[in-house]
C-alpha cells in the first residue's frame, strides 16, 4: 500500500509534537518525581497532580479522545492509519497518553462500551470515561489457569432473579489500583454445557459494588506502574442487575475478540515510539562516550546495532501501518493475520532495541537515571499482554497452513487471549 495519511492526521501530528516538546518532554522528570514522592510517602496510588493539570490544555488543543473512530459521541475520532502515527508519538513517553485520554485498558474498555453497551450503560460509564473524569480496569485474566486461552476461564456468573451473581479471581486487572478507577468489565462463564466458545459473557460492574475485594498489587520486573497499577482481584457473590450485560449470555468470547484487535495495533504503535526514542538515546550515548581511546560511535559493533535497530523499526512501522489500513478498509476479522503478526513483531522489535540502548549507556542502563529500565520491563511485558508471542505465531502458522491443508483448516480461529 501506499501510505497517505489524512490532512488533518498531518496538522494533528505537528500539534502533538509541539505539545510534547511544550508540556511532556520538560515535565518527564517531575512526573517521576512526583510519583517517587508518593511512594516515600507511602502511598504510591495517587493520580498524577502534573497529568490532571495538562488534560484541560489537551483538550483545548484538540488533542482529545482521538483513538476511538466511527462514534457519534466522538466525532473527532480518527481512522486506525490516522491514529497510527499519533499513537507512535504518545508511546515515546509512557504516561503522555493519559494526558490525551487514550491510554489502555481504558481505550479498549470505551470501545468495548461504545460497540456492545446499552445506552443507559453508555450514559453512565462511557459518557465519563469520554471526559476524563473517572477511569475503568478489565477483569479476564486469572492466575488458577492458563489465560492464554480464554476458554480456560472459571470465574462464574450466575443468574438469580434480576440479578448476575459473580465469584472469581482475577489477576493483572490494569488499571485496578487507581482510585479513580470505578467501573469494570468483567468476563466469566454463564453456561458451562454451552460449545467451548458460547459459555462466556461480559458484564459491567461498578467498582463499588459489595464483594470485591483488591488483594494486593502486582509488580512488572519490580515496577510498581503507579498509580494505575494491575491487582490480583477477588470477586465474591458480587452482585449486579442483568441490564449490565454486555449483548447478552454467551457473547464474552465475541467481545472479547471485537476489544482486543484495536487494542493490540494500539500497543504496537506504542511500542514503535519506544523503540524510536531507545535508538535516539543509544546514538547520544554512543556519540558522547569514549573507551580504549575511540568513540563507541566509532566501534564496528555499534553501527551493525545501530543500521539493525532502523531496519527493524522502519519494518515494524510498516507493518503496522499496512495493518492499520486493513483494518480501516476490510474490517479486524480480514485483518486478523496481520494483527497477530504486528503483536508477535513490534514488541519484540522495541525489547531489542531498548536492550542495545541499554549496553550502550553501561551501568547508567539499568539505573533510573535514563528511563531505558522501565521501557524495557513494559515492552518485555507487552509480550504478554492481549496474548504472548507463542499464541499469536501459532495463528499465523494455521493461517499460512489453511491452503495446504484441505477444507479442515480453511477457517482459523485466532484465540482470544490476555496477559499470562
Not at 441490564?243 to 484495536?262: D, H, K, T, V, W
Amino acid at each position: 500500500m501506499f501510505i497517505q495519511y489524512s490532512p488533518r492526521s498531518l496538522d494533528l501530528q505537528e500539534r502533538l509534537k509541539a505539545f510534547m516538546n511544550e508540556h511532556i518532554y520538560p515535565n518527564e522528570e517531575r512526573y517521576e518525581d512526583e510519583m517517587n514522592e508518593n511512594r516515600r510517602k507511602g502511598n504510591p496510588w495517587v493520580p498524577s497532580k502534573l497529568v490532571e493539570e495538562l488534560k484541560p490544555k489537551a483538550r483545548d488543543a484538540g488533542l482529545w479522545n482521538l483513538f476511538l473512530p466511527h462514534s457519534e459521541r466522538v466525532p473527532e475520532g480518527l481512522s486506525n492509519l490516522d491514529y497510527a502515527p499519533l499513537c507512535e508519538i504518545f508511546g515515546r513517553v509512557r504516561w503522555s497518553s493519559q494526558v490525551f485520554n487514550c491510554s489502555a485498558p481504558d481505550t479498549g474498555n470505551m470501545e468495548t462500551l461504545e460497540r456492545y453497551a446499552s445506552e443507559t450503560i453508555k450514559r453512565t460509564w462511557l459518557d465519563p470515561l469520554l471526559r476524563g473524569e473517572i477511569r475503568s480496569a478489565f477483569a479476564m485474566t486469572e492466575p488458577a489457569v492458563a489465560s492464554s486461552d480464554a476458554t480456560n476461564i472459571q470465574s462464574r456468573i450466575e443468574r438469580k432473579g434480576d440479578k448476575y451473581v459473580i465469584n472469581g479471581r482475577k489477576w493483572w486487572t490494569s488499571g485496578s489500583a487507581d482510585p479513580r478507577c470505578k467501573v469494570f468489565i468483567f468476563m466469566g462463564k454463564t453456561d458451562l454445557t454451552a460449545p467451548r466458545h458460547r459459555q462466556q459473557s461480559m458484564l459491567v460492574v461498578p467498582a463499588d459494588t459489595p464483594g470485591i475485594e483488591i488483594l494486593r498489587p502486582l509488580t512488572v520486573f519490580g515496577y510498581d506502574d503507579a498509580p494505575s497499577g494491575h491487582c490480583e482481584i477477588v470477586f465474591e457473590n458480587v452482585e449486579v442487575p442483568v441490564e449490565n450485560i454486555l449483548l447478552g449470555e454467551g457473547r464474552g468470547f465475541e467481545i472479547a475478540q471485537g476489544r482486543l484487535g484495536p487494542g493490540r495495533i494500539h500497543h504496537c504503535m506504542r511500542s514503535i515510539g519506544v523503540a524510536e526514542r531507545a535508538l535516539e538515546y543509544m546514538c547520544a550515548r554512543l556519540a558522547s562516550r569514549t573507551a580504549f581511546g575511540a568513540r563507541l560511535a566509532d566501534q564496528s559493533v555499534w553501527h551493525e546495532r545501530v543500521a539493525e535497530s532502523r531496519c527493524m523499526i522502519d519494518q515494524a512501522r510498516l507493518l503496522v501501518l499496512h495493518t492499520a489500513h486493513l483494518m480501516d478498509t476490510v474490517g479486524n476479522k480480514v485483518a486478523r493475520k496481520e494483527i497477530a503478526m504486528i503483536k508477535v513483531v513490534a514488541p519484540n522489535v522495541s525489547t531489542k532495541v531498548c536492550d542495545w540502548a541499554i549496553q550502550a549507556h553501561g551501568g547508567g542502563g539499568v539505573s533510573s537515571d535514563f528511563p531505558l529500565a522501565d521501557m524495557w520491563a513494559h515492552q518485555r511485558t507487552i509480550r504478554f499482554t492481549d496474548g504472548p508471542d507463542e499464541v499469536h505465531r501459532n495463528a499465523i502458522a494455521k493461517m499460512e497452513f489453511k491452503n495446504y491443508l484441505g477444507s479442515a483448516s480453511s477457517e482459523v480461529e485466532v484465540p482470544v487471549t490476555r496477559g499470562c
